[in-house]
């Protein structure tokens, strides 16, 4: 028996609480035959479900069942869904602009959130590139590093070094990055750059430190400093390459090769940014400051697609007195007021409440709760840092045979390959972050 056919996606039913007159039936047919979705074929065997309203932790289907949210959106909704603080921020600046160019133009709410992301930064970060989605933040991150080094008349340092198990966003120089099997560099040999990867760190967060886990790291900063315009890492977790949790002496140790041998450090925090690991961004962990920072996802509290991409004034300068006089990009919908507008209120938001001892709590939870995963036949690991809580079975386990299994117990998870995993909004409740973890132990007992 399929799984797939027990819990239809909810087709025509007349229980649609927000748009009764829809046909769904014709508008799924539509979404199928037309619209693409991440890293799905079209008219796949899987398709989606209709979601028509979120509230809190609650995702509403179209047939009217409610599930509960474990995934944030990917990282992004940590207060939740349709908050009043983000609802009226949102409404306070569309009486003004929605959007302005920011070519020749200001405006407070950029104004209002570079003050924000400079003073909760480390402090030689002190200047705010403002862009549309995290890949683009990478993109300009990496722009920064080639024009910094030309800048400083050694245009041959141009390569980056990154991790194995990373991932760095979808875009072609953001791809180059990421995990060269996961990220599938084969389809596009010859376009994607070819960079250098260490492997993953092998250290784990919360072991004792093995002064081995960073020597072939080491061993390939120091062969190609030459070329090496900067590492890029994503600090201490590792997360859509394979939620992987690592050392925060790695990292430190990574930044001090970085300082010997004249590489820049990109910390790409767009996944761990604001609080996620349990620190406001995982660098905290090791006490590291990077030179170059990337931020995203959670960046707008879930609500619109914004980045940021900080860099240290010593950069930005040498950018500035290079050959191009100033740095190389400029999208059309840059510090975009609206979303400019959220993400100062979901700061603010996220700083006047009691976030860490929400992260904790969720971590603690889902330590003891996950940890019944453990026994299982099927599961090969289970880890948790912070508000992400991650099952990794033996073998991949059919996605879709699992998500259908999870809609039908009212949970809202998306596992890929061997990881089965949580990242819920930092507004959960015991009783709601219980079922998610009972319901993965329950399919993954069934499994
Ligand atoms: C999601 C993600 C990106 C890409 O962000 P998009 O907004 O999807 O382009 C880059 N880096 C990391 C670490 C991410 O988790």
Request: net charge neutral.
């Amino acid at each position: 028996m399929r799984p797939t056919e027990t819990v239809a996606p909810s087709g025509a039913t007349p229980r649609d609480p927000v748009s009764p007159g829809r046909d769904w039936a014709q508008d799924l047919a539509f979404d199928r035959a037309h619209l693409w979705h991440p890293y799905a074929p079209i008219g796949g065997s899987a398709p989606p479900w209709p979601v028509v309203a979120a509230d809190g932790v609650r995702l509403v289907l179209a047939d009217g069942r409610r599930l509960i949210d474990g995934m944030s959106s990917w990282w992004a909704a940590i207060h939740g869904y349709n908050h009043p603080a983000l609802n009226r921020a949102a409404r306070g600046q569309l009486r003004s602009m929605a959007h302005v160019m920011f070519g020749g133009l200001t405006h407070g709410p950029a104004i209002d959130l570079g003050r924000r992301l400079v003073d909760l930064t480390p402090a030689p970060l002190e200047k705010v590139f403002l862009c549309d989605s995290g890949s683009v933040a990478v993109e300009v991150a990496i722009k920064m590093a080639l024009q910094y080094w030309q800048g400083r008349g050694r245009p041959a340092k141009r390569r980056l070094l990154a991790l194995r198990g990373g991932y760095h966003g979808d875009t072609l120089g953001a791809m180059s990055v990421c995990d060269p099997v996961t990220g599938m560099h084969r389809s596009f040999a010859g376009v994607v750059p070819t960079q250098i990867f260490a492997p993953r760190p092998a250290c784990r967060f919360d072991e004792p430190w093995e002064p081995a886990a960073i020597s072939e790291c080491a061993r390939l900063i120091t062969a190609h400093q030459d070329e090496l315009a900067a590492v890029i890492l994503e600090p201490i977790a590792q997360g859509a390459g394979g939620m992987w949790f690592y050392h925060p002496e790695y990292l430190r140790a990574v930044r001090a090769l970085c300082d010997a041998h004249d590489v820049l450090l990109i910390a790409d925090e767009i996944a761990t940014g604001f609080g996620r690991t349990g620190r406001l961004f995982a660098s905290d962990h090791a006490g590291v400051a990077p030179d170059i920072l990337c931020l995203g996802k959670a960046l707008t509290g879930g609500y619109m697609s914004l980045a940021a991409t900080l860099a240290t004034t010593e950069i930005a300068d040498t950018i500035t007195r290079g050959e191009a006089g100033c740095l190389m990009h400029g999208p059309t919908f840059m510090a975009n007021p609206l979303a400019c507008a959220l993400a100062v209120a979901s700061i603010d938001l996220l700083l006047s409440g009691d976030w860490q001892a929400r992260v904790r709590g969720i971590e603690e939870q889902m330590r003891r709760e996950l940890d019944a995963c453990r026994g299982l036949p099927v599961v090969r690991d289970v880890r948790v840092l912070g508000a992400i809580g991650v099952v990794e079975t033996r073998s991949p386990i059919d996605p879709e045979w699992l998500m259908a299994r999870f809609v039908e117990a009212g949970v809202w998870l998306r596992p890929f390959g061997r990881l089965v995993y949580l990242m819920p909004p930092y507004v959960i409740r015991p009783r709601d972050l219980s079922i998610l973890t009972g319901e993965i132990r329950a399919a993954l007992s069934e499994a």
